[in-house]
């Protein structure tokens, strides 16, 4: 089979190679899945699973990528719930070869069932994005109706499906990113959008929540507008400001197939749209992967016709 590989965690996309790789095993409890699209997170090749697994040892070269739709094409020894020929999405373990592949070996338990009217592509869209923002907001944020919550990166993979949360939850939205991002922000659901580029974060007055996906200065500078009791959350960095009169949450999404099986409900019931940016083949995964987007929305690539 084919898949993206990378062997040098120095030499950054640079170190991305097109190979034929070995069909991979699937162990007790897997299922091997025939990817038809994946998505990756640019910030991986700094995450020591990467390059190691879970002893520690030296993995490479490694498959990057960790979200994936596709088709059940054979169930290891034990598996159940899930048949050969399923459609099927979600969540490749970190420590282990990723979804930037033809096929790739995943736990049953990270997977949810595919309903024949969802796209792979938009699939592809929903698990790191759709878990962190449904974990950011409601499990560590308790957002709640009537409340305020300023998401950062409104428009990009995570901020897009959690301004359509938080809004559907009856929370006021402030949106952040660029100016190129304002109109699909707003046509989410967003009240209103700060445009990061020529407005100071301080701008956005007092919220409830804060879920960031930056980090940086954007972080620190966030914690202050955390009302009393209020909470800040992010995905980028543990956070070095905290809010004075509040909580401040750093986490990694975690799995939840039940959550995965909710999320493409509200796709097929029209109440959440992922904001789908560009769409690659794998033979330009490596490009994809480091290039800045173009578009809002996340990057998926497609791997199966």
């Known amino acids: 089979m084919q898949a993206i590989t990378v062997r040098d965690r120095d030499a950054g996309v640079g170190g991305f190679t097109l190979a034929d790789l070995p069909y991979p095993h699937a162990a007790e409890n897997d299922v091997v899945v025939r990817v038809h699209a994946a998505g990756f997170t640019p910030g991986e090749l700094a995450w020591p699973a990467t390059w190691t697994d879970r002893a520690g040892r030296d993995r490479t070269p490694s498959v990057p990528g960790h979200e994936l739709s596709g088709v059940v094409a054979e ?26 592949a033809e096929y790739t070996a995943v736990e049953a338990r990270n997977l949810a069932p595919l309903a024949a009217d969802i796209d792979h ?4 869209a929903l698990p790191i994005s759709g878990l962190t923002a449904w974990q950011g907001l409601f499990d560590h944020g308790g957002l709640g109706t009537g409340q305020t919550v300023l998401i950062h990166g409104a428009a990009g993979g995570v901020g897009s499906i959690a301004v359509q949360l938080a809004r559907e939850a009856g929370a006021r939205v402030i949106g952040t990113g660029r100016a190129r991002d304002r109109d699909a ?7 209103t959008f700060l445009d ?56 990694v999404v975690e799995p939840d197939r039940a959550r995965l099986a909710d999320l493409a409900q509200r796709v097929r ?16 995964a490596a490009g994809a992967f480091g290039r800045r987007k173009h578009r809002p929305g996340k990057t998926i690539i497609r791997v199966t016709a």
């Open 269 to 284: 019931d029209g109440r959440l749209k992922p904001l789908v940016g560009e769409v690659h083949p794998l033979t330009e």
């Open 196 to 251: 990061l580029g020529a407005e100071r974060v301080e701008d956005a007055g007092e919220v409830d929540l804060v879920l960031d996906v930056l980090g940086g200065d954007v972080l620190a500078r966030s914690a202050a507008l955390v009302r009393p009791g209020g909470t800040l959350v992010t995905i980028a960095m543990p956070p070095e400001v905290r809010p004075r009169d509040g909580r401040a949450v750093f986490f």
């Open 121 to 124: 592509t938009v699939a592809a």
């Open 75 to 100: 169930l290891g020894y034990g598996t159940t719930g899930l048949t050969v020929g399923q459609r099927v999405f979600g969540l490749a373990d970190w420590t282990r070869d990723g979804t930037l």
């Open 185 to 191: 922000a707003l046509g989410l659901g967003a009240h």
